[in-house]
C-alpha cells in the first residue's frame, strides 16, 4: 500500500506549552485505484474537515448509482487503510522498531480496531478498545433483533423513573399525528422522529436538574444525555398546552438534538458497518413487525410508546431535510450484498498484538453478549467488565476508563 500524500502541516503553541500541529493528507478513495480520486483528510475520512459528505456534496459525484458506489469506501476496511496509509508517511524516516503505533477505538474505532487487527497487525504496537468490540455477523438482522429488546427495557425503564411521561408521551405523539411540524431546516417532526429520543438512552445522564435547564446552550453542551429527554419532552407538551403549536425555541431544540442532519454518512453506512457478503435489505424497517410493544404509537393507544434507537428506518429519509434527497442513493446501498468480509478471524485467533478492551455489560449500542465473543476470538485479548459504566464512559469517566486499560496492559488488576 502507498504511503498518503501530506499536503500540509501547522504547528502552533497552546497555553500550557502543548504543541498542536494540524496534518492535512491525500489519500485514494480506493486503495485498489491509487490514481483514481482522492480524498483529503483531516481526522476521520468524510467527517469533521475532512472531505465531508452532505447530500450537496454526494451530488458531486453523479446520480444515486454513482453515489451508493462512492459510499461503499468508507467503511472501516477503507478507514483502516486510510490509518496504515497515514502510519507509513508519519514513520517513513523512524528506525524499524518504531515504526509501528498504539491505536484506540471508541464505539466504531474499535471496529475499525479489529479491522486494523485483521489487515494490518505489522502495523501495531498495541491496542486498546472501549465500547467497541464488534459483533462478527454478516449483515445487521442479528444485531438490530437485540437492540429492539435492550431499546424496550430501557424505555420502560425511563418510563418507572418518569411515569408522568407514559401520557405525556402519547399526548405529543397524538399532536404530531394531526399536524405537520417543520423545523427550521426544513425537516419534520414526526412520531416516528420523536421516538428516535431513545437513542439518548444508552449515555451516562447527568441527573434530573436538566430537565430545568433545557435551553440551546445546555443542549448544545450536554448533547446525548438521557435525561434530557424529559426536558425536551416537557417543553414539547407545555407548548402544545398553551399554545396548542411548538414555538419556535422548541422545535430549535429539537432540531438540534439527532445527529443526521449534520452527519449523513452516519445514516448511509450505519448499517453497511455489519455487511460482509449480504445485503441489509432495510433491516431496521423489517424487523420492528417482530416485536409487538412497537406497534403502540398513538395518543388512545393502551400500551406506553417505546422508543427506537440507534437504527436506520426508511421514514427518516422523509423526515430529515438533509436525508431527503438521498433516499434513492440509500435504497440502492441497501440492496448492494457483495460487500468484502471485515474481519480475518483466522488472522484474529493467531494475533500477536497486545489488545484490551473495555466491555460494558449495559451497553445499549454494542451489545455485550457479542462483544465478549470477539473477545474470545482475539487471540491474547484482555477485558474489563462493568455494569455500571455506559457507552460513552470513555468521554465522561474518562480517568476510571483509561486507568482501567492501562491496568490492563501492565497486568496489576489485582
Not at 9 to 37: A, N
Not at 196 to 210: D, E, I, P, S
Not at 226 to 251: C, H, K, Y
Request: some cysteine; glycine content about 6%; overall charge negative.
Amino acid at each position: 500500500m502507498a504511503m498518503a500524500k501530506i499536503l500540509e502541516q501547522r504547528s502552533y503553541i497552546v497555553p500550557g506549552k502543548l504543541k498542536i500541529t494540524e496534518h492535512f493528507f491525500e489519500v485514494p478513495v480506493d486503495h485498489s485505484k491509487p490514481e483514481g480520486p482522492q480524498l483529503r483528510l483531516f481526522g476521520r475520512s468524510c467527517t469533521g474537515m475532512s472531505s465531508t459528505i452532505t447530500a450537496a456534496t454526494l451530488a458531486k459525484q453523479g446520480g444515486p448509482a454513482d453515489q451508493a458506489a462512492y459510499l461503499m469506501h468508507f467503511r472501516a476496511d477503507s478507514i483502516v487503510k486510510d490509518m496504515e496509509a497515514i502510519r507509513k508517511v508519519f514513520t517513513k524516516d523512524y528506525p524499524e522498531a518504531k515504526k509501528k503505533w498504539s491505536v484506540l477505538g471508541q464505539s466504531f474505532g474499535g471496529f475499525c480496531v479489529v479491522n486494523y487487527l485483521s489487515r494490518f497487525p505489522e502495523g501495531l504496537q498495541e491496542v486498546f478498545l472501549t465500547g467497541g468490540l464488534p459483533p462478527m455477523v454478516k449483515q445487521p438482522d442479528a444485531v438490530y433483533e437485540k437492540l429492539y429488546r435492550r431499546i424496550a427495557d430501557r424505555s420502560h425503564a425511563y418510563y418507572q423513573k418518569f411515569p408522568e411521561d407514559v401520557q405525556r408521551v402519547k399526548d405529543i405523539a397524538g399532536y404530531l399525528a394531526k399536524e405537520e411540524v417543520k423545523t427550521n431546516t426544513g425537516g419534520i417532526i414526526s412520531v416516528s422522529r420523536l421516538r428516535q429520543f431513545g437513542q439518548m438512552f444508552g449515555f451516562h445522564g447527568n441527573g434530573a436538574l436538566t430537565t430545568y435547564m433545557v435551553d440551546l446552550y445546555i443542549l448544545t453542551i450536554l448533547t446525548l444525555k438521557a435525561d434530557l429527554v424529559l426536558g425536551i419532552l416537557l417543553r414539547m407538551a407545555n407548548d402544545i398546552s398553551m399554545f396548542d403549536f411548538l414555538t419556535q425555541p422548541t422545535i430549535q431544540i429539537f432540531d438540534n438534538v439527532g445527529p443526521f442532519e449534520t452527519h449523513v454518512l452516519y445514516a448511509l453506512v450505519h448499517e453497511p458497518c455489519y455487511l460482509s457478503g449480504a445485503a441489509s435489505n432495510w433491516s431496521a424497517d423489517r424487523l420492528i413487525h417482530k416485536f409487538p410493544e412497537f406497534r403502540a404509537c398513538t395518543a388512545d393507544s393502551a400500551d406506553p410508546i417505546i422508543f427506537t434507537s440507534e437504527m436506520i428506518f426508511k421514514s427518516m429519509f422523509t423526515d430529515i431535510a438533509e436525508l431527503r434527497p438521498l433516499y434513492e442513493t440509500m435504497d440502492i446501498i441497501q440492496h448492494i450484498s457483495d460487500w468484502p468480509d471485515l474481519y480475518d478471524e483466522a488472522q484474529l485467533a493467531k494475533n500477536e498484538v497486545p489488545t484490551y478492551a473495555a466491555v460494558y455489560l449495559n451497553d445499549l449500542y454494542v451489545d455485550y453478549e457479542y462483544s465478549s465473543e470477539t473477545a474470545r476470538k482475539i487471540k491474547g485479548c484482555k477485558t474489563f467488565v462493568r455494569s455500571d459504566l455506559y457507552h460513552e464512559a470513555l468521554a465522561s469517566k474518562s480517568a476510571e476508563v483509561v486507568e482501567q486499560l492501562f491496568k490492563l496492559r501492565d497486568d496489576v488488576l489485582d
